[in-house]
């Protein structure tokens, strides 16, 4: 995965998942842009996939949600999911 995008602060969110403080953020791609309204990510700590509301706040997306987003989007939301969540099982 190519990281070489956008990597830093955000205003202070708490995660729907494991109600951790999340402060920043890392595009995946190399639009080397902030987040905005609207856009994914994937809790660090526990892999819970959110979207960034108006107010940049993380809200969870249900699987309705989640279903909507483009395939390609929905299959490297999950990837990552599934890297996080290894490396917590791997260190636990």
Do not use: W, Y
Request: aromatic share 2%; glycine share 8%.
């Amino acid at each position: 995965m190519n990281l070489r995008g956008f990597h830093g602060q955000v205003p202070a969110s708490t995660c729907p998942g494991c109600k951790g403080l999340a402060t920043g953020a890392t595009s995946a791609d190399a639009n080397r842009r902030a987040p905005k309204a609207g856009d994914c990510t994937v809790c660090i700590e526990c892999g819970q996939i959110s979207q960034f509301s108006h107010e940049l706040e993380l809200v969870a997306l249900s699987d309705a949600e989640l279903l909507k987003l483009p395939a390609a989007v929905r299959q490297q939301l999950r990837a990552m999911r599934r890297a996080v969540r290894d490396r917590v099982e791997r260190l636990s």
